[in-house]
Nanobody, 118 residues
Framework: QVQLVESGGGLVQAGGSLRLSCAAS????????MGWFRKAPGKEREFVAR????????YYAYSVKGRFTISRDNAKNTVYLQLNSLKPEDTAVYYC???????????WGQGTQVTVSS
């Protein structure tokens, strides 16, 4: 079993930055990809960013492209999400997830709250 633990959330003013981390522990192996999702109150969970573990190819939601950056540290089994130029509409609980085989995200973290004040 894989455990994913997010950290780095908090309260920040609009225009500010945060760096989220997601550390994987337990059964460690080479993931196909890791992703970040978010869920705001009253809204459905939405995709934010994805990174392929091998090669590091990245994908972003249109709403965050150019402001957020996903990266990974293979040796530490950790994926990061750098959030810049934050907007109040970025307020949400952010979750990381692991896609082991390319078939979808099977493992999810507990989430970390990001609140952006105007």
């Amino acid at each position: 079993q894989v455990q994913l633990v997010e950290s780095g959330g908090g309260l920040v003013q609009a225009g500010g930055s945060l760096r989220l981390s997601c550390a994987a522990s337990g059964r460690t192996f080479s993931y196909y990809a890791m992703g970040w999702f978010r869920k705001a109150p009253g809204k459905e969970r939405e995709f934010v960013a994805r990174i392929l573990w091998s090669g590091g190819t990245t994908y972003y939601a249109y709403s965050v492209k150019g402001r957020f950056t996903i990266s990974r540290d293979n040796a530490k089994n950790t994926v990061y999400l750098q959030l810049n130029s934050l907007k109040p509409e970025d307020t949400a609980v952010y979750y990381c997830a692991a896609d082991r085989t390319g078939s979808g995200y099977a493992d999810w973290g507990q989430g970390t709250q990001v609140t952006v004040s105007s």
